[in-house]
């Protein structure tokens, strides 16, 4: 048997066949998916390059394995959906079975999130690691939460920390000793919070359950930038509070020892992978009761505006909002 086969038998042996009546999944030409009844298909694609978006000297395959899913997670989150099924498409720069760590720990996390791997390709590369994961989610049809739904005086919410996996980022590309005075248990939570990204799945079904977000999106490019593809599409602006914007203690701790300002990698930095939605105003004291009994962790940190401006508020002095961010042809 092929090397490429021998891989594609460990992997289905992992995987469960029996995820829904009337399921096929890897073995056969397509992987069928019967839909459930009064939903929406949601579909997203997530291609990850070895010199481009990780580096394997910085990036163990666990943690690799894990982040390709969870970032297309992350994305299924933004709309308010479930998380269904999976395929994975890999290009190897050699042969597969050093790569098994990579696709148990994709495995382990589909099996984590209720995530069926349901197919794939596994081809070999001459152009490093190359990695490609589609996830298909569910949502009540027409309830899917678009980056068009903001209005003036809605307000704009965060969900957990942002800024951390930028800093984390910083630290794992570092080549000397990291700066001193800062714990160990920062810097590492600092970078795993960059290797192991927690996609707001829970939040984002709340959020849609209850109809509390009129726009949402994940922060993958920074949350200046991600904010404002909200804004574009809705056609608004925001009044953005500075102080308001949730830092962790690590990340100000950090940010302290280094002698750098935490709101950079805050509003700028990317991969953080939390939400970030906005509130109709007549709704947000229902948010507030859900950030009270801790069925949510968010932050309000601005108000959606007739526009077109966008405003940094920092010690009542008002800036553009730049939005600056990852961009890929810079
Ligand atoms: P085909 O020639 O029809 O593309 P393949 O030989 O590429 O089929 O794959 C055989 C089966 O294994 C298919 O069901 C495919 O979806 C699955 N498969 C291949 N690679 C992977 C992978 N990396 N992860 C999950 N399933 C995979
Ligand atoms: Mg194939």
């Known amino acids: 048997m092929g090397a ?10 992992r995987v469960a066949v029996d995820a829904a009546p009337g399921f096929v999944g890897i073995g056969d030409d397509c992987a069928v998916w019967p839909p459930r009844d009064g939903h929406d298909l949601l579909v997203s694609n997530d291609l990850l390059l070895e010199g481009v978006h990780f580096e394997l000297e910085t990036t163990p395959l666990t943690d690799l394995g894990y982040k390709v899913l969870a970032v297309n997670l992350s994305d299924i989150a933004a709309m308010g959906g479930e998380p269904r099924f999976a395929t994975l498409a890999l290009g190897l720069p050699g ?12 495995v ?27 996830v298909f989610g569910e949502v009540p049809r027409g309830q899917a939460v678009a980056r068009t739904g903001a209005r003036a005086g809605d307000g704009v919410y965060v969900t957990g920390t942002v800024g951390d996996s930028a800093a984390g980022l910083t630290l ?5 000793p990291p700066p001193a005075g800062v714990s160990e248990q920062a810097l590492d939570g600092l970078k795993r919070r960059h290797l192991r990204p927690s996609p707001r799945c829970r939040e984002g079904i709340l959020l849609r359950e209850e109809g509390l977000a009129s726009a949402m999106i994940d922060v993958s490019d920074g949350l200046a930038q991600d904010l404002g593809h909200i804004l574009t599409a809705s056609g608004v602006g925001a009044d953005l509070e500075a102080e308001a914007v949730p830092l962790s203690p690590m990340l100000r701790e950090y940010g302290t020892a280094c002698d ?24 947000e004291r229902e948010l507030y009761a859900r950030i009270g009994s801790g069925a949510i962790q968010a932050a309000r940190i601005g108000t959606v505006t007739a526009g077109p401006e966008r405003r940094l508020l920092r010690s009542g ?7 600056r961010g990852y961009e890929h042809f810079r």
């Open 4 to 13: 490429e086969f021998e891989l594609i038998s460990h992997i289905r042996a």
């Open 95 to 106: 042969l597969p079975t050093p790569f098994i760590p990579l696709v148990d720990a994709f």
């Open 172 to 176: 794992l590309k570092q080549a000397g």
């Open 108 to 134: 382990d996390a589909a099996n984590a999130h209720g995530v069926v791997l349901a197919g794939g390709d596994t081809c070999a590369s001459s152009h490093g690691l190359v990695i490609s994961v589609t």
């Open 260 to 283: 750098s300002d935490p709101l950079e990698w805050a509003l700028y930095g990317g991969e953080d992978y939390e939400l970030v939605f906005t509130v109709p105003e007549k709704r």
């Open 317 to 323: 002095v008002a800036t553009p909002l730049e939005s």
